[in-house]
């Protein structure tokens, strides 16, 4: 950082600041305060937190957890506040992004890998290059007086942004606002009781346990094939979507945000009120395709119901923590579904039915431009 000199700490200094209102990491003998990428790391903020306050050369390069990009380095620059002043906290790691000045990047999305999707978006300088929307002012207003085309719009909500510190972008920007954002714990405390609920009233009219586990098994598995078709056939309706301001801020409104700021922690589960608005149809099929047995009915529907509870609460903690093996591989597809390929990978629980219908997503080659 030329023209001005950065403060030295002492090893116990840097050690001092390990939580999540103060995060102190070390990469050799530079010393980074990671506290605004705390919420947002695509790990989780578990992941960072236990690093708070120690240097994070070696799980940076550490393959097994996930061997971290030029990205991560870029990062680090940008947050780097002042050096060590003793030389025991280990060596310099090589290889970070500012020695190099190129790197690989999606034409599709502008990004290269998970990190990119945490990289904080500058405002002012997005709005000049793109003329898109600006994260400063409510969002929806913007778009809906906007007149821009479909293939403007589907080209910018598909280059994701990241608004500061892990908050959430103005959408409303009013009374509305408090309506689009859902905490993750939401779903199943508001959810759970009525599945359970249903589920024994369900179990009670029929005539065995096996039967009735049958029906509410069904409906869990159905539910999966539901998680894909929505996915890709309504929430990335891209190719019949209506080049129309009503069609654009539907589609925003419904999945594009999702995509535009992709690491929003409290937009990434459905909010109740629009989860009754698309689960009463299903209700209503349930209910036509068992006219023959209403408790039979209801049991395949709160299977049903308890499947996008898992949906919803897998989908958040693949963007926002650190996984077991098995989701770490889950987390790793889906997030490349943002960054490098978001016309295949629809399955977010699973890739089960991506195989079945050919759209599972395989990595394509990046193309090499020069960063900016």
Not at 31 to 56: N, S
Not at 61 to 73: G, L, N, V
Not at 131 to 144: C, I, R, S
Not at 292 to 301: L, Q, R, S
Request: contains cysteine.
């Amino acid at each position: 950082m030329p023209g001005r000199t950065l403060p030295t700490f002492t090893p116990a200094e840097v050690e001092s600041h390990n939580d999540a209102n103060s995060c102190y990491v070390t990469l050799g003998s530079k010393v980074y305060d990671v506290t605004d990428f705390v919420a947002g790391h695509p790990g989780g903020e578990e992941l960072v937190l236990e690093y708070a306050g120690k240097d994070v050369t070696e799980i940076l390069r550490d393959p097994t957890s996930h061997a971290h990009s030029d990205s991560a380095y870029e990062i680090l620059d940008e947050c780097l506040i002042g050096f060590v002043s003793s030389e025991s906290t280990g060596k310099a790691a090589n290889g970070s992004a500012s020695q190099s000045k190129e790197k690989a990047v999606f034409a599709t999305t502008g990004l290269s890998c998970e990190e990119d999707l945490s990289v904080e978006t500058d405002y002012s300088k997005d709005y000049q290059t793109h003329k898109f929307l600006d994260l400063n002012k409510p969002l929806l207003v913007q778009l809906w007086k906007s007149n821009f085309t479909k293939e403007f719009y589907l080209d910018q909500i598909h280059r994701p942004r990241h608004y500061k510190g892990g908050e959430s972008a103005p959408l409303f920007g009013n009374f509305l606002e408090p309506l689009s954002k859902t905490a993750w714990y939401v779903v199943p405390i508001m959810w759970l009781p009525p599945i359970t609920y249903g589920t024994i009233v369900g179990f009670s009219g029929l005539a065995n346990v096996p039967a009735a586990a049958a029906y509410w098994v069904g409906g869990l598995f159905l539910w999966t094939l539901i998680e894909y078709i929505m996915h890709r056939f309504l929430f990335h309706i891209d190719k019949w979507l209506p080049d129309n301001r009503v069609g654009l801020t539907l589609h925003f409104l419904l999945h594009g945000i999702h995509h535009y700021l992709p690491m929003d922690k409290y937009r990434l589960v459905m909010p109740p009120a629009l989860f009754v608005v698309l689960a009463t149809p299903f209700y209503k099929l349930a209910h036509t395709v068992f006219f023959y047995n209403w408790y039979a009915a209801v049991t395949v529907f709160c299977g049903g119901v308890f499947g996008y509870v898992c949906y919803d609460m897998t989908h958040y903690f693949l963007h926002h923590r650190n996984l077991p093996s098995y989701y770490k591989a889950l987390k790793k597809y889906h997030l490349q579904h943002h960054f490098a390929d978001f016309d295949n990978g629809f399955g977010v629980t699973s890739r089960f039915w991506d195989r079945v219908f050919g759209t599972e997503l395989e990595m394509p080659s990046p193309k090499n431009v020069k960063t900016q």
